[in-house]
């Protein structure tokens, strides 16, 4: 999931950290009734007005196709939604027809057996095959599409152009360059991190252990094992570990920085380079460095090669209890179709799930074309598991990261730490 403006006054990930899990309950039965109020929950915004206008154009559109129907949208503060989802779950009568709900939830969600399958929804819906896979792959669970993906928020590697001209340092192709880059960033410029990362960013460090051939966990039936103790993810892991020390990014102010710390000291011009979103642009514009960076797709270990990016992002699903699933199904088509993709990327900067609508705005900013790159070069994601919010919540592997980092523990015990830690969450 992404946490938007909500947070952080940008686009906040968060992406991306995960929920409690959602308590089980009473599914509820649905029906498919074609007047009445389709009831939507979706995620409030520190600055709603330019969503809720596009929002209310679709509602206007969905009204005029469905003679009889009426639309009401709840808005849903993201740090309240645990307790208004579980409600729901537990109570069928509270719940929404139509929901939004970060892809990093959908593990949790789907042991209430409250939402349903879309699968069959959108597999004949003209506009579905346009989705890309491993975006789609986001919203499933157990086998089933829990959602529509509504968009996606993918990092890349920021970095200054100036101080690159200045010290004529070439933009990186392989990770190594990119260790070398920053290496010569911090000592041509020791009040300037060579670049900007930290010990509790996981989402930045993912690409690095993907990119080295690494798994987070492997899947054998219902059951998942960790494989973070793997010689490529410690590979990986220990790549991005070494970005954390006194040449680069010392540990003593490094080793605790989360990604939104880390993309403020790029946006305050006390980095060289950082890894940030697609949704972190207006912050970094906001910032010192506006006209002076540049963004590509964090490189892989080989020249050429792009790193896996994180899929975070959000989703629109429909609960099961719904006494008007087929209209909630239509509303959810349109308000993730094509048209108000596009609409909600000019009213957020939301990145669209459909290529053909990536396309069409990367060929018109410049900006977009290195996230769309990384999308279509193959993304990556959790595993698909609710014991995943607790792993996160837990910081397993931002403990991992730091202990490798400061020196605390060498690769092998860090990561047979996590990985023993990891495996008890998932039972």
Not at 21 to 36: F, L, M, N, R, W
Not at 222 to 245: D, I, R
Not at 333 to 340: E, F
Not at 378 to 404: E, H, M, R, Y
Request: net charge neutral.
């Amino acid at each position: 999931m992404r946490f938007r403006r909500t947070l952080t006054g940008l686009a906040a990930v968060g992406l991306l950290a995960g929920c409690a899990p959602a308590q089980s309950g009473p599914a509820g039965s649905g029906g498919d009734e074609k007047t009445g109020t389709v009831r939507v929950w979706l995620f409030d915004e520190a600055n709603r007005a330019p969503k809720e206008a596009a929002v209310k154009e679709a509602i206007a559109e969905f009204k005029a196709a469905h003679s009889g129907a009426e639309v009401d949208v709840q808005w849903v503060p993201v740090e309240g939604r645990a307790d208004k989802f579980s409600g729901a779950f537990n109570d069928p009568s509270n719940a929404p027809d139509v929901a939004e709900f970060g892809n990093t939830d959908v593990a949790s969600y789907a042991t209430t057996g409250a939402l349903s399958d879309l699968g069959a929804d959108l597999a004949s819906w003209p506009e579905g095959k346009d989705l890309i896979p491993s975006v789609l792959d986001t919203a499933k669970s157990g086998g089933k599409t829990y959602g529509l993906p509504w968009f996606t928020g993918i990092r890349a590697l920021y970095y200054r152009t100036d101080v690159f001209t200045e010290l004529g340092i070439q933009p990186p192709k392989t990770i190594a360059e990119l260790t070398e880059a920053a290496r010569k960033i911090r000592s041509a410029k020791p009040d300037m991190y060579g670049i900007s990362v930290g010990g509790k960013y996981t989402y930045a460090m993912l690409p690095f252990l993907w990119a080295s051939g690494g798994e987070l966990a492997k899947q054998d039936g219902a059951k998942w094992t960790s494989t973070v103790n793997s010689e490529q993810a410690k590979a990986g892991v220990t790549a991005y570990a070494s970005l954390l020390k006194d040449d680069i990014c010392p540990p003593a102010q490094c080793a605790n920085l989360t990604g939104t710390q880390s993309v403020q000291a790029f946006a305050g011009g006390k980095a060289g380079m950082t890894i940030g979103g697609d949704f972190n642009r207006k912050a970094v514009d906001q910032g010192a460095v506006k006209g002076k960076y540049a963004v590509l797709p964090i490189p892989g270990t080989q020249a050429g090669a792009t790193a896996p990016a994180f899929a975070g992002g959000n989703l629109l699903g429909v609960f099961g209890a719904s006494k008007r699933h087929g209209l909630a199904v239509d509303f959810v088509k349109l308000l993730g179709g094509a048209k108000y993709q596009e609409k909600m990327y000019t009213a957020m900067g939301n990145l669209p799930t459909l290529k053909g609508v990536q396309e069409k705005l990367a060929a018109n900013d410049a900006f977009l074309k290195p996230f769309v790159d990384s999308i279509q070069a193959g993304t990556k994601f959790v595993p698909s598991t609710p014991a995943w919010s607790k792993i996160d919540s837990q910081n397993v592997l931002p403990t991992a990261v730091q202990q490798i980092a400061t020196g605390a523990k060498d690769p092998a015990a860090a990561l047979a730490g996590a990985a023993e830690a990891m495996n008890k969450a998932f039972g």
